[in-house]
């Protein structure tokens, strides 16, 4: 079965044959190139080609009549066009073979010098006057060179094709004359990578802007790395990466492809979308690219962390089916380098505390809820440790946070997707959250959320009787949280001191009982030590009364009974006596 390359020589064989046999006289050579031969006349081809010239006169056979030039660039289509220009056929030149052409001639020394209006100037005069004319031209012939190294560099044809892109789109940028504006970066994408860098390095020495620069590469990114940078969060494309990451060499072409992407960005970091950056820094970790390159991408990234979205975060945290979790290091890096960067300007600012400037900016309260809206989004993932949720939640200043709203939700979400979490290990996740700073709606939820541990409901059950008390509206005036967190774990102490002391109570009421019963069965003595049971237990409960008294909660409100005088034990025991300070 043939195959399109043989019939494409093939065709040209009898192309050939049709025009070179109508001179009715008989071929005396045959040059194979490739798979392909071509019977032609060695006078024709002597005229024009010093390089065959040279073959037939050095030959050490009498009479040659087969040369090999397999090596001849462009191969066959392009000899083919050569033996025309040497017969007198009219062939077409276009910006597609042109580059190839002027390689052949160069090549069979097809030259002016040679002899006058040879294909080599005639060649030449197409690049200059027509093919590099313009950018879509010089464009093609560049592409067309790809092939044609290191001729085509010898020969100064991609040096002038990279000389004039890199005019032509500077002057598109600043004065485009096609819509839409950014079409000549359409046109560059379709070049060699090698090539694209070095108009990238020459229009930046001609002062292009960042933006400019930035509009190429991201037009070069999404051609050249489609399945990688483009969204895949409704599944499309991921049978196609699952098949390329088998393939150790697309992988290795792809990783290179986009090392040299990153080389080449302006250093202005603003400059891209934030959602282009998460994607190469995705596609960067997927292809396991080098550490600067990751680097680089996560410094972007950290630098404009306050317009980052949960979503942004999510993009190059997942893998592309959205099945696990990628390594979280990348977006702990970027968090941990936005906070570095806020405290570095808050210190050169002069706030006295720079700690507190820190947390109060505004970029930082966006940072804070962007990241407690990020770790709800990534709690249910069975991937995500103890460690690595608070390893993310604590990076974020405490003090920027208004309310723990969103923190609390991550937390809550976490612990629902990890039903089987001990008591130690609820408290552990929940260490990150300070209940005091729960809005009123969320402190509700909290002291009915039964996956919470205990210390965590009583915390936001009590901080509103403490509001209550206090006579505060629901959240319009809060009271100072550092006084308030004091104040809730002296109260919390003082509850488990009364829940012991209760359950001593208890006790001593059992055994007053068991010695009453006994005295009541030995019968003797009983008025005396009757007496005696009654003064110890008169002086038991007096001891009591006063110890809760101290332990009194509310001791400067109210209903204070610290100050009930030890004669309370002389009162007419008739009269019912009112414990204000009992434990309910």
Request: glycine share 4%; aromatic share 8%.
């Amino acid at each position: 079965m043939a195959t399109p390359l043989n019939k494409r020589f093939s065709s040209a064989k009898e192309r050939t044959g049709q025009w070179v046999f109508s001179q009715e006289i008989p071929t005396d050579i045959v040059v194979a190139v490739g798979e392909a031969n071509f019977p032609l006349h060695k006078f024709m081809l002597v005229a024009k080609s010093n390089y065959i010239r040279k073959l037939i006169i050095e030959s050490k056979e009498a009479d040659l009549t087969r040369i090999n030039l397999s090596n001849i660039p462009g191969g066959p289509e392009m000899f083919e066009k050569a033996a025309k220009f040497c017969y007198g056929v009219n062939f077409e030149i276009t910006v597609h073979n042109v580059a190839a052409l002027r390689c052949a001639a160069e090549f069979l020394q097809m030259t002016d010098k040679y002899c006058e209006n040879n294909l080599a100037g005639r060649t030449e005069d197409f690049l200059s006057q027509v093919a590099l004319s313009s950018l879509s031209g010089a464009v093609v012939v560049l592409k067309s060179c790809e092939a044609l190294l290191p001729l085509a560099e010898d020969l100064l044809i991609v040096q002038r094709c990279i000389d004039v892109a890199t005019a032509k789109a500077c002057y598109e940028a600043n004065f485009p004359c096609r819509t839409p504006p950014n079409w000549w970066t359409e046109e560059l994408s379709i070049i060699d990578i090698e090539f694209f860098s070095r108009i990238i390095a020459a229009m930046k020495k001609r002062g292009a802007k960042a933006l400019t620069i930035a509009s190429a590469l991201i037009t070069y990114t999404e051609r050249s790395l489609r399945d990688l940078v483009r969204d895949h969060s409704a599944g499309n494309g991921t049978k196609s990466l699952d098949a390329q990451s088998t393939n150790s060499q697309v992988r290795y072409q792809q990783r290179e492809l986009l090392e040299s992407i990153v080389s080449l960005m302006p250093s202005e970091k603003a400059a891209f979308p934030i959602n282009f950056l998460c994607c190469l820094l995705r596609s960067a970790i997927f292809l396991k690219a080098s550490t600067s390159c990751k680097n680089e991408l996560e410094k972007r990234v950290s630098a404009i962390l306050e317009h980052v979205t949960a979503d942004d975060l999510l993009v190059l945290s997942f893998t592309y089916d959205g099945e696990r979790l990628f390594d979280l290091e990348s977006v702990r890096k970027i968090i941990s380098g936005f906070v570095e960067k806020e405290k570095s300007m808050a210190v050169f600012s002069g706030s006295g505390d720079f700690r507190e400037s820190c947390s109060c900016s505004p970029a930082m309260h966006r940072v804070a809820k962007t990241v407690g809206t990020y770790l709800g989004e990534i709690a249910t993932s069975g991937d995500l440790s103890i460690s690595k949720f608070n390893g993310i939640a604590n990076l974020v200043p405490k003090g920027s946070r208004k309310v723990d709203d969103d923190l609390y939700r991550a937390i809550d979400i976490y612990l629902k997707a990890h039903p089987n979490l001990d008591e130690i290990e609820r408290e552990k996740i929940c260490s990150s959250m300070d209940p005091l700073k729960l809005s009123y709606e969320a402190r509700v939820h909290a002291s009915q959320n039964k996956r919470l541990p205990v210390q965590i409901v009583l915390h936001a059950l009590y901080y509103d009787q403490l509001k209550l008390r206090s006579g505060l509206d629901n959240d319009r005036s809060t009271p100072d949280a550092a006084a308030t967190r004091n104040q809730l774990q002296a109260d919390v102490s003082l509850i488990k001191e009364n829940e012991a002391l209760r359950s001593e109570l208890t006790r001593m009421k059992l055994y007053i009982s068991d010695m009453q019963k006994g005295n009541n069965q030995a019968g003797t003595g009983s008025s005396s030590k009757s007496g005696t049971s009654g003064h110890k237990k008169h002086t038991f409960f007096s001891s009591m009364s006063k110890t809760f008294g101290k332990l009194n909660p509310f001791k400067h409100g109210s209903k204070d009974t610290s100050n009930i005088d030890d004669d309370v034990a002389a009162m007419d025991r008739t009269k019912p006596r009112r414990r204000r300070f009992s434990i309910s």
